[in-house]
């Protein structure tokens, strides 16, 4: 689900951006917010957003959200951020997170089943050439924060 849903809000400034709705300023003051929510949830340093994912349907609500859960939203589209980052570091900008998501798009249409941690990894060595264990064990699997600096 943090692919699924916090792709969907990470990719949504960008298209508002790209289609000039909004303006650079907006998107980075945006992404500044998300970063600081992100830093102000202690949650963050107890659940990985693979674990959000799978307790989407039991997640907890209340003080006890904030301070022991991820919600697959925001914290889903930091993880794509990193992501993203990283996708367009590794390969000087070849391979962004968007080609991951037209990937998933052509062989994960509604009509098929649908994919799996195993399969977005694959789509990730497929486009890059090398394999992504480490970064999705410290970035999906396990609590994690970033270097926003």
């Known amino acids: 689900l943090w692919v699924a849903e916090g792709s969907t809000d990470y990719f949504a400034d960008h298209l ?11 998107y980075f003051d945006a992404l500044a917010d998300a970063i600081e929510a992100t830093r102000r949830r202690p949650g963050r340093a107890v659940q990985s957003v693979s674990e959000a994912s799978f307790d989407e349907w039991i997640a907890p609500a209340g003080h ?3 301070n022991a859960s991820v919600n697959i939203y925001s914290e889903g589209a930091i993880a ?12 000087d900008g070849r391979v962004s997170y968007r080609d ?5 798009h052509q062989r994960f249409d509604s009509r098929r089943r649908g994919y799996t ?11 890059t050439g090398t394999s992504w264990p480490g970064w999705w064990a410290r970035h ?9 600096d």
């Open 140 to 148: 999906v699997d396990a609590p994690f924060t970033p270097d926003f």
């Open 64 to 66: 006890r959200a904030a």
């Open 16 to 26: 508002l951006l790209r289609a000039g709705l909004i303006k650079p300023t907006a």
């Open 117 to 127: 941690a195993a399969d977005m990894r694959a789509i990730l060595q497929e486009l």
């Open 80 to 91: 794509s951020w990193a992501l993203d980052i990283a996708l367009l570091q590794q390969t």
């Open 100 to 104: 991951v998501h037209r990937l998933l």
